[in-house]
């Protein structure tokens, strides 16, 4: 099979996976949503205050709680299935878009889904909301990169997938900080171009990153 072929039924695979458990739908974005309820009671119930909070704090839970999307695939990747990935001759690079590809999908879903909550909850400024057609992809192929590449390393080192969110966590800085600020800046009638580049840039920076480590990363867990 051609290269993205490959990629392709790697996607296929993880995403058929998830329509059968439905994780993310009925456990992730609930336990998400509970949080961003639970921010008022513990700040007050000031509208304006909640308005301005509203952006910033829904890309942290989409950081956060995004980590628990990317577990869930490397709690099902497990030893015999890489095992059998690599007796059918899958190119690791493939292997990697694959599954970059279809955690990037299910981040974008969890966005999706918990977006009405934080617009019910929080009733943020929706200037320019158009933007987000572009943010959301960017934000959540950053999050798929990094839930690829993490689980790579720490399967390669043969440490727990705990590990991850430790890595994670610093290296999605520039996401959030692209995220908050494009929207900020859309509030404030500013070019958001500047860090909607910051976010193409960690995009790519990260993609090209996973596809070199692919190989050497799936060599050193032989």
Do not use: C, H
């Amino acid at each position: 099979m051609s290269f993205w072929r490959q990629a392709f039924e790697i996607a296929r695979k993880d995403l058929l996976v998830e329509s059968r458990t439905a994780e993310v739908a009925l456990m992730t974005v609930p336990f998400a949503a509970v949080g961003l309820i639970l921010i008022p009671l513990a700040i007050g119930t000031d509208a304006p205050l909640l308005t301005d909070l509203g952006p910033g704090l829904f890309w942290v839970v989409v950081l956060l709680f995004g980590v628990l999307v990317i577990l869930r695939k490397s709690a099902v990747d497990g030893g015999p299935q890489r095992d059998l990935v690599r007796l059918l001759g899958i190119d690791p690079a493939a292997r990697f878009a694959g599954a970059t590809l279809a955690t990037s999908l299910l981040v974008l879903l969890f966005e999706v889904l918990l977006g009405p909550v934080v617009i019910a909850l929080y009733n943020p400024a929706l200037d320019g909301w158009g933007w987000l057609f572009i943010i959301l992809p960017l934000v959540a192929t950053g999050m798929g990169l990094l839930g690829s590449l993490t689980g790579g390393v720490t399967t390669s080192l043969g440490t727990r997938t705990s590990l991850t969110p430790l890595l994670i966590a610093p290296l999605a800085l520039p996401l959030l900080l692209g995220a908050t600020q494009a929207l900020e800046s859309l509030e404030r009638g500013r070019s958001i171009l500047p860090w909607l580049a910051l976010l193409a840039a960690v995009d790519l920076a990260l993609a090209v990153t996973g596809v070199l480590a692919a190989r050497p990363l799936e060599e050193a867990i032989i």
